[in-house]
């Protein structure tokens, strides 16, 4: 069985090449219910993400939420991926679960705003500073033509420390304590906030939201007016009707009713629903993740690492029988 670390799973998911995967796996579909939550003592919880396909693959997220934890100064968050063989149940690979879910989460978003965001689109506005926040911001470099990552933070340290990395990498990142809305191409949150940081009143026309915390109902990143502004689509609408804070308070408000949800993200990677329309519109894509991603993120990361373990087990294999030969002919010629 495979065992890939952080810095291996990250090198098996190149940010194309999983917006690829995720893109198929959208379009196929897959039996994924929604996340299992089991209360463990104190104030920890278990969740669980089974998903498994017709292409022969099962897996299950296990996370650990221990917020307690940060006292310790340990992490909040563990999780580990299993992918097993759907046929046999016998075991492929173990990966670690937070840098696929940051992987998965920033391509899922990306993906979306494909379709969703205009191509022109040079300025990205990141409210949040973590580690799917910094993967949004890589991913998003990768696939438009950014002239400008503006980060902000509820902590500004984190915020600078965030930008100095990409920065470092080549990014056009800066952090800025007065985010502005309305300069900005793309917004995408990832945070826990739990009162809105975008206003509709604030989003100009041509904007696309890219909501990605909020994902309880007691959480939100936009109020009900930027919402009800926006062409609004989410990765699965079981899912958001769910969990998504955003959508559901703005329903219970008033603002927007379920039929303002246009469509999921497999409507759009299959062409059923068009997605950004008008150049002027301002759309919205909210998710709260998804167990297929992380399927098809884990069999991805699989099959990369075996084929490139094949080339190094084949070098091994060409070493040791030169070897051999070179030990063989030296024994012959002495004899």
């Known amino acids: ?5 952080q810095a291996a799973v990250a090198a098996a998911l190149p940010w194309h090449d999983l917006i690829e995967a995720l893109a198929e796996m959208f379009r196929t579909g897959c039996s994924a219910p929604l996340r299992h939550r089991h209360s463990l003592p104190g104030e ?8 498994w396909s017709t292409g022969g693959y099962s897996g299950v997220k ?8 940060a006292a310790l100064g340990r992490p909040a968050v563990h999780a580990t991926y299993l992918l097993s063989s ?7 690979a173990l990966l ?6 940051d992987r998965r989460t920033a391509a899922a978003s990306v993906l979306a705003a494909r379709f969703l965001a205009r191509r022109d689109a040079r300025r990205l506005l990141l409210f949040g500073a973590g580690r799917i926040a910094a993967a949004l911001a890589e991913c998003y470099a ?14 500004p340290a984190r915020a600078e420390a965030l930008a100095a990395r990409l920065a470092a990498r080549g990014l056009p990142a800066r952090a800025t304590r007065h985010p502005d809305p309305a300069r900005a191409d793309i917004i995408s949150c990832a945070t826990l906030a739990r009162e809105p940081l975008l206003r509709g009143a604030d989003l100009r026309p041509g904007t696309h939201l890219d909501l990605v915390g909020a994902f309880r109902p007691d959480m939100r990143e936009a109020d009900g007016a930027a919402l009800a502004r ?3 689509f989410v990765d699965t609408r079981a899912g958001a009707m769910a969990e998504a804070g955003d959508i559901l308070q703005a329903i219970a408000e008033g603002a927007i009713t379920p039929a303002a949800i246009l469509g999921e993200l497999a409507d759009l990677c299959r062409g059923s629903l068009p997605g950004r329309t008008a150049e002027e519109e301002i759309t919205a894509f909210k998710s709260v993740g998804w167990a297929g991603e992380d399927l098809a993120a884990a069999v991805l990361a699989a099959r990369r690492a075996c084929a490139r373990s094949r080339p190094a087990a084949a070098e091994a294999d060409q070493a040791a029988s030169a070897s051999a030969d070179a030990e063989g002919g030296g024994h012959g010629g002495s004899g």
């Open 1 to 5: 069985m495979l065992h890939l670390d």
């Open 44 to 51: 920890a919880m278990l969740l669980l993400m089974p998903a």
């Open 62 to 69: 296990i996370v650990h939420v221990h917020p307690g934890n």
């Open 86 to 92: 759907a046929e046999t149940g016998e075991p492929i």
């Open 96 to 101: 670690d679960g937070a840098e696929l879910t």
């Open 142 to 155: 990768a696939c438009f033509a950014l002239q400008e990552i503006a980060i902000t933070s509820r902590s």
């Open 230 to 232: 926006a062409r609004l």
